[in-house]
């Protein structure tokens, strides 16, 4: 095992058992009152049979749980053979759609390393090297170059092509891909306007797309399933129908509201599409989601057709081929329902999915508007639609950026201007808007739960942004009976949140809660006869 | 007319060269939005917003300010502004070779105006009664000095800050160390060249020779920083160091592009055709289904 400051790119090659080992005294300290001896949770080791079994040479940490270790020499070398293979393809036009962006960040590093200071997982492990961005970019142009170009082959180490290539290079190269959040807050930093995220992400796509390989809970779980039975839960149309039928009883039961769901409303104005998960782990949002929408008076509907009941499009993060499937089949299930518009719901990445990404899948008629619901809500409490009473939110409330909606599509203002009506507690984290931090849940993290990857996200990945709560609640932190609510408007950031809680008991310990803005805001509804959040009963 | 010849061919292949690089990124197929906000031209969302904090976005006439995009582009490349912003030691020296580049290029178009004005008899020297040759002998005096002088520190101490900072250490290859001493070499060879006379006056005449192809005197030395020089503007847009070019895709093609593809927009055209190409290569998983192999 090296010292992580001795760490070298083409040390990925190395036989030891495990390169380098994190210990929690080496991340970056948490600000009060986690500063404390005894606060911070143990970093999970690996077992001997994971160790075995997958490839847990990198830092000790599994995220690729269909990655198993080879029984064969000839196992090893198909896997070394498919890997170069997919590597040699994503310079060919089986990659056209990120073929410009590939190059110049492949090309062009001037290895001035200003990237560094901007990642929050190199930051959190404690500037550990193997989380530096350029790490991994710089062993991925080691192995292209020792491969596939005529400087490489003639000049080797002059060069950089001077990397032993094997099965633990690749697999070790395989996880470090999964060492970094794409959140592309590095590439803002850039002097030549680079993104180490494409190559992270380019190496997943080589494991998905040519070898086969993702987490199970992104592919086999994830676009897999939901290609099959419409959404990544595996909630199916009856079963959706259930559930929001349970809703509607729950919600009255609760609330006295007799709350009615729109579904497959033909020529509606608005389809909602929502991350699907919500309707299992976070239903309070979608319920006041409808309830905001009943209010303001909206022709809207929900969809239970295959594909249009959930957002989600986790190839965006592995693989460019389930990614396309997916959006287009989501399109597709809009257009049917005939719809002027899709709202995506809080869902950071499906935002950028539909919106973003979407935008350049399809063309004319294929194609559906899709916006943001932030806009929608902001304009909803600007106009007056919705009668608000503000003093129901008198706590604070800091909020949380998702990158997918603020750094790469510029939604900053809106859930802003909102918090800054509806929350008199409101205050910012820092930094804030396109500057924030991901919150460590970010391409896929916050559903990667094999092995011990948790404790890689909720110890490093979720370190900044959890240091940035207990920031922006200073002085209110160690209050136990002073509610503290992090808002955040996306699915996986509310997953990663609420790992982070969970794993350092904030919420028992100091009454620190999350959910999404549109909870706060029916909270604040003057119609509603009891607080929205079971925390202020 | 050896030394011109080198001249004229490695500031046409340095511009050709340059200019095919160019041209190659720019015929690379259409790719999916990357942009990173702040977007600077998005007129109305100086806070780093976008079109998309509208409602209905599409139906709202999109406002683009060209001005805010060449302002934060002018930035950019006369002061490396995102690396002062976020990297100030390196920028130092980053800055200094930069900027040293910057003044010997305005230094070699005064060598050539100051070489052309000479063969038309005007006299350029301190002494001299035409205003013109004044002014072009201080400037190409001031440029040439200041320009020398940053390019040698730049390139000197961004080598040996490489060198001894033991995370730069880590990821810069000999072929890095090359590029920089090969900028550092060709600098100081000039340096030693000119510095019997670093009012440029031997510059000038030897700018003249080699412009009209006249036969002159040169000594090794002066063959050696031709040489050097030729070498490396060859060789500059054919290494990593054409970042020059690259840095404008990154930021107008990449970072900055966020024209969303609305119907009858010329974005729509290209999407069409991107859709309509079918790869020669195809991807090997299971769950990926072959497309068919034709190309369009």
């Not at chain 1, 306007?193 to 199970?216: H, V, W, Y």
């Not at chain 1, 950028?352 to 806009?375: F, H, Q, W």
């Not at chain 2, 966020?258 to 859709?275: D, M």
Request: net charge neutral; aromatic share 12%.
């Amino acid at each position: 095992m090296l010292d992580q400051k001795d760490l070298r790119p083409k040390d990925l090659g190395r036989q030891d058992e495990q390169l380098i080992k994190l210990e929690t005294y080496n991340l970056m300290p948490l600000l009060p009152p986690y500063d404390k001896p005894g606060m911070q949770p143990p970093i999970t080791e690996p077992k001997p049979a994971w160790r075995e079994k997958y490839c847990a040479s990198l830092d000790g940490f599994i995220a690729l749980d269909t990655l198993t270790r080879p029984q064969t020499k000839e196992e090893e070398d198909e896997f070394v053979r498919k890997f170069l293979s997919g590597l040699e393809k994503i310079f060919s036009d089986a990659n056209n759609g990120i073929l410009e962006p590939l190059l110049l960040s492949f090309e062009y590093c001037a290895k001035c390393n200003t990237c560094s200071e901007a990642c929050h997982i190199y930051k959190a492990a404690g500037d550990n090297e193997l989380y530096r961005p350029i790490f991994r970019s710089e062993v991925l142009r080691k192995i292209v170059k020792k491969y596939f170009t005529k400087s490489g082959k003639l000049l080797g180490g002059f060069v950089g092509a001077d990397i032993d290539v094997n099965w633990e290079t690749i697999a070790r190269l395989g996880e470090l891909a999964y060492r970094c959040n794409l959140c592309r807050r590095c590439a803002q930093t850039c002097p030549l306007g680079l993104d180490n995220s494409i190559l992270s992400k380019e190496i997943r796509k080589i494991f998905s797309q040519e070898i086969g390989i993702a987490p199970t809970p992104l592919h086999n779980k994830g676009t897999m399933l939901q290609l099959k039975t419409g959404s990544s839960t595996g909630l199916t149309k009856p079963a959706f129908l259930d559930t929001l039928e349970f809703l509607e009883e729950d919600t009255e039961e609760k609330f006295g509201i007799k709350l009615k769901f729109p579904i497959d409303k033909k020529g509606a104005d608005i389809l909602v599409l929502h991350n699907a998960g919500e309707f299992i782990a976070w239903p309070e949002n979608p319920v006041a989601f409808a309830i905001l929408m009943n209010e303001a008076g909206l022709n809207w509907t929900l969809s239970s057709e295959m594909m249009g009941y959930d957002s989600v499009n986790y190839g965006l993060w592995y693989d460019d081929v389930q990614a396309k499937k997916i959006a287009l089949a989501q399109m597709k299930a809009a257009k049917e329902l005939g719809v002027n518009r899709i709202i995506v719901g809080e869902c950071g990445h499906a935002h950028k999915a539909s919106i973003v990404a979407g935008d350049r899948m399809a063309y004319g008629d294929t194609k559906v508007n899709v916006e943001s619901c932030l806009p929608l809500l902001w304009d909803l409490v600007q106009s007056k639609r919705l009668k608000m009473d503000p003093s129901r939110n008198n706590f604070p409330v800091t909020l949380h950026d998702p990158c997918n909606v603020v750094r790469q599509m510029g939604i900053v203002e809106p859930q802003r201007n909102v918090l800054r009506e509806i929350c008199p507690q409101f205050r910012e984290m820092t930094p804030h808007g396109v500057d924030n931090y991901c919150c460590g849940g970010g391409s896929g993290f916050a559903i990667m739960n094999s092995q011990n990857f948790p404790s890689f996200r909720d110890n490093v990945a979720s370190r900044m942004k959890f240091n940035q709560i207990l920031g922006a609640f200073q002085g209110k932190m160690e209050d136990a009976s002073q509610v503290k609510y992090i808002c955040a408007p996306c699915s996986n950031c509310k997953g990663a949140m609420r790992a982070i809680l969970e794993h350092y008991e904030a919420t028992e310990k100091f009454n620190l809660q999350y959910g999404g803005l549109v909870e706060l805001m029916v909270n604040a509804l003057v119609s509603m006869k009891k607080p929205f959040f079971e925390f202020l009963e | 007319m050896f030394l011109s010849l080198i001249a004229y061919a490695a500031i046409l292949l340095f511009l050709g060269l340059s200019a095919y690089k160019a041209y190659q990124f720019s015929k690379l197929p259409l790719h999916g939005r990357m942009e990173l906000y702040p977007v600077p031209k998005e007129k109305g969302f100086e806070h780093g917003g976008s079109f998309y904090e509208e409602i209905s976005w599409w139906k709202k006439p999109r406002e683009v300010s060209h001005v805010r995009e060449i302002v934060e582009m002018f930035k950019e490349i006369v002061f490396i502004k995102t690396l002062f912003e976020n990297q100030r030691p390196f920028w130092w020296l980053s800055y200094a070779l930069h900027l040293g580049i910057y003044f010997i290029f305005v230094w070699t178009f005064l060598l050539v105006a100051g070489a052309v004005s000479m063969l038309n008899g005007i006299v350029v020297a301190a002494n001299t009664t035409s205003i013109w040759g004044l002014l072009l002998f201080y400037l190409t005096y001031i440029t040439g000095i200041i320009g020398l002088v940053l390019v040698a520190l730049g390139s000197g101490l961004l080598v040996l800050r490489r060198m001894f900072d033991s995370t730069l250490k880590k990821y810069t290859t000999p072929q890095e160390y090359f590029n920089l001493l090969l900028l550092f070499a060709a600098v100081v060879t000039g340096i030693i060249t000119w510095s019997s006379d670093f009012t440029f006056g031997t510059a000038r005449e030897v700018t003249a020779g080699i412009i009209t192809f006249t036969p002159f005197a040169a000594n090794g030395l002066l063959v050696l920083h031709v040489i050097l020089v030729g070498i490396m503007l060859i060789y500059i847009p054919l290494s990593k160091m054409s970042h020059y070019v690259g840095k404008y895709f990154t930021f107008h093609t990449v970072l900055w592009d966020n024209s969303p593809n609305l119907r009858g927009s010329a974005v729509e055209q290209k999407v069409k055709a991107a859709t309509s190409y079918r790869p020669t290569t195809t991807w090997s998983a299971p769950h990926i289904q072959a497309p068919s192999s034709t190309k369009k």
